[in-house]
């Protein structure tokens, strides 16, 4: 679950947690990524809302098939003045490599940390990514790509979470199931 503040990695079975580690990196971290990236780069100063579209939009984990380009609108640092710059898909993959390399390692750690019975399954249904920052391109494909495993986004990803406790508060055998004691 890769939400705003943090990455939630998880191996469920029999309705239970067996494996849990959550880190700080995450959409926000990503957004902030791309800021210092821009003023680092081009001395343009960008806000939190353009830094979010700009990972929409031309954001990903992986080489896209089609490069994409956009035109970014912030301020100059050394002159203080409004200026454009025109950047590609590329650039935004360097500036949040840092992000993407800490959610995989952690997935790699959770991996790792999995007992063996439990690997198996693993390899057969894969994992499922949800949260906002599953929707990041390609991070599906370069998950894959790093653990050789399956990889499938939630259908819903940005309203998954909230669904499956909405489900789990209505079936009442379900909830007794995973309630912590």
Known sequence: DIGGGTTDIAVISLSGIVYSRSVRVAGNEMDEAVMQYLKRKYNLLVGERTAEQIKMEIGSAYPLEKPLTMEVKGRNLI???P???TID????????SECVATILNAVRVALERTPPELSADISDRG????GGGALLKNLDKRIR???GLPVSIADD????????TGKMLSDFKLLRMVCID
């Not at 898909?89 to 949040?96: Q, Y």
């Not at 990803?157 to 499956?164: D, M, R």
């Open 89 to 96: 898909d590329s650039e935004i993959r360097e500036a949040l």
């Open 83 to 85: 200026r454009t710059v």
């Open 79 to 81: 002159e203080g003045v």
């Open 127 to 130: 994992i499922v990514l949800t």
């Open 145 to 147: 790509e790093e653990t």
């Open 157 to 164: 990803p940005l309203a998954s979470v909230v669904l499956g």
